[in-house]
């Protein structure tokens, strides 16, 4: 794991988005298309702001959510209104975006997206990432080393059902970014580190991540 630590949250999420653009070249430069997957939520929409004006070749560039409640896409709590609101304007328009949302229980075939070029995961307070919870019943399937790309879970707030990728995607993603801010997270970070994957989910990219964190 590598920890980055910035003096400021504009700093951090300006640094990431040119991180990100670099990355995403550097992937099109050796293959004929990237997979990008991105987190939903308020923390990395400055980044967003800044990514989708990059001067990248986005049409070759496939953008998904890591995960995504079982809401309508134009919903006020799903990812995808926010990723296309965010990410998926100015230049980025040109990404074609890969929905992770089930038909009924039936779940759509990522398989020719993976390996993900680049991930981008926040993390919360309780440790987890995407949509894979401490205490989910769903969570020892979903970090099996078989799991399916994507796996519907309960949410542990009792909030929305939710899709999210695997463990196993996560791990296998070319490159992983971790956006995190604030005291609390950083103090979550830090149990992480000393934790199973089954108590801090977000174990499962530590190993070769990069974390960005902010005050």
Known sequence: MEFIEYPDRDLMMFDLANALAGE??????????????????????????????????????????????RVPADHER???RMIRARLLTSKAAAANYVSIRPDGDKLPDISAHLPLSVLVVGMGEDMHTASLF??????????????PDLMLVEASDGLEPRVTLSGRVLEEAMSTHVLIAGKEKREALERAQHSTRLEAPIRTVLANATVHWAP
């Open 24 to 69: 995403l070249n550097a992937a099109l430069m050796t293959h004929d298309t990237a997979s990008f997957a991105v987190p939903g939520g308020s923390t990395p929409g400055p980044v967003f702001d800044a990514l989708c004006a990059a001067p990248l070749e986005w049409e070759r560039i496939t953008v998904l959510a890591g995960d995504e409640r």
């Open 134 to 147: 401490p205490g989910s019943p769903d969570l020892e399937a979903a970090l099996a080393p078989d799991a």
């Open 78 to 80: 799903s990812n995808e």
